[in-house]
């Protein structure tokens, strides 16, 4: 085969994902993912990661934020949001076999055959159900080491039919984790607007209309397999970003990956056993004015295990605007952020490659 007919069929081998690369036994990175030598997870550029460490994320306790102590954990909770921009829950009353079985499933599903899985690998970055790998794998000059399944969640009933059939019991587990995971949120979210000082729970009559405009956006679960991977120090599962949205809860098996920017260096998150690991998306930080922060975080693969890690991405309807909370501006607090809708994020994700925190940096005042 000619150079150029060998690179062509091999681009149709990436289009086809980590997995199936993993299933065809390579026994090295191919060129595709290795990352430019300043952005590989060693490279230390503009931050330290020598002193690469774990780190023990705020513990948040749900049932705390149930009891009578709730003012205590609604404090720590502010804190958790404005120093970390993320946190562990734990005690969060998702039944133990909702998240098995979803976890299960989601194994399932990436061990079907690629003819089964590949069904669902549509061009269209919106619609409902979405298979993949990399980011944007039609755009991407170089993939990460991440195949995904995304699922709409939102409205159930309207999506359900467009989600995968196989596993057979896959849309089941779906909706039973879906539907735990956006409780869990609005009680979150009910907790960070109090936190920020905008709701009063103890008056029913104030008008809470951000906490109405909250509870009823767009929800998303993105089912992440990070496989293995033989060169793990020239790749990334994930490239330094931030979440597009307001919150979101994520389910990470005990395989270490993930992890954020804290304090100038690269902080790895432990897998604390039963939490969900809770991070601020740029639409928090905009709403809140800045008082929280949407951290970078990015996720590393492993030498030798697979991983498989479950978000569940909470943002406000698609058509509505965000804006700084005008409760949370004043003559000593000014704007720092514009006005920010969907489309804008489109747009600017087609202009560009998506990457690191350039698109809330482009939502910033000067
Ligand atoms: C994400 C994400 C982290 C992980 O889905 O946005 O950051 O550990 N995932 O998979
Ligand atoms: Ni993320």
Not at 23 to 31: A, D, F, L, T, W
Request: net charge negative; glycine share 4%.
């Amino acid at each position: 085969m000619s150079l150029a007919g060998e690179n062509e069929s091999l681009e149709r081998e990436f289009q086809k994902g980590v997995k199936h690369l993993c299933e065809r036994g390579i026994k090295s990175v191919p060129s595709k993912y290795i990352l430019p030598v300043l952005d590989q997870p060693n490279s230390g550029k503009g931050i330290s990661s020598a002193s690469n460490s774990n780190l023990k994320l705020p513990v948040i306790d749900f049932a705390k934020l149930q009891g009578s102590n709730r003012s205590h954990t609604v404090n720590s909770l502010r804190k958790a949001c404005e120093e970390f921009g993320f946190f562990q829950l734990v005690n969060h009353d998702i039944p133990r076999d909702v998240i098995e079985n979803m976890v299960d499933v989601s194994k399932r599903f990436f061990e079907l055959p690629f003819e089964e899985r590949s069904k669902y690998m549509l061009t269209d970055m919106n619609s409902a159900v979405r298979y993949g790998t990399s980011f944007n794998q039609n755009k991407d000059a170089v993939f990460c080491w991440r195949d995904f399944l995304k699922l709409s969640c939102h409205h159930l009933s309207d999506v359900l039919p467009l989600w995968p059939s196989s596993p057979m019991d896959l849309r089941q587990a779906v909706i039973n984790y879906s539907n735990n995971t956006k409780f869990l949120y609005q009680m979150l979210t009910e907790a960070i607007l109090e936190s920020l000082g905008l709701v009063d729970t103890n008056n029913n009559e104030k008008e809470n209309d951000e906490l109405e405009e909250f509870k009823d956006g767009s929800h998303l679960i993105v089912i992440n397999c990070y496989p293995a991977c033989p060169e793990p120090d020239l790749t990334l599962g994930m490239p330094p970003h931030s979440d597009y949205g307001l919150l979101t809860l994520l389910l990470q098996d005990e395989v270490e990956g993930l992890q954020i920017q804290h304090e100038g260096r690269w902080a790895t998150v432990e897998p604390l056993p039963d939490s969900l690991v809770v991070n601020i998306g740029d639409h928090l930080e905009i709403f809140s004015n800045g008082i929280y922060k949407s951290v970078l975080h990015r996720v590393l693969v492993n030498p030798s295990k697979s991983r498989i890690s479950i978000a569940s991405l909470h943002s406000l309807p698609f058509n509505n605007v965000v804006q700084p909370s005008p409760k949370l501006i004043d003559e000593d607090n000014p704007r720092h952020y514009k006005d920010t809708d969907f489309a804008t994020f489109l747009d600017y994700n087609s202009s560009c490659e998506p990457k690191k925190k350039s698109f809330l940096e482009s939502r910033k005042l000067t």
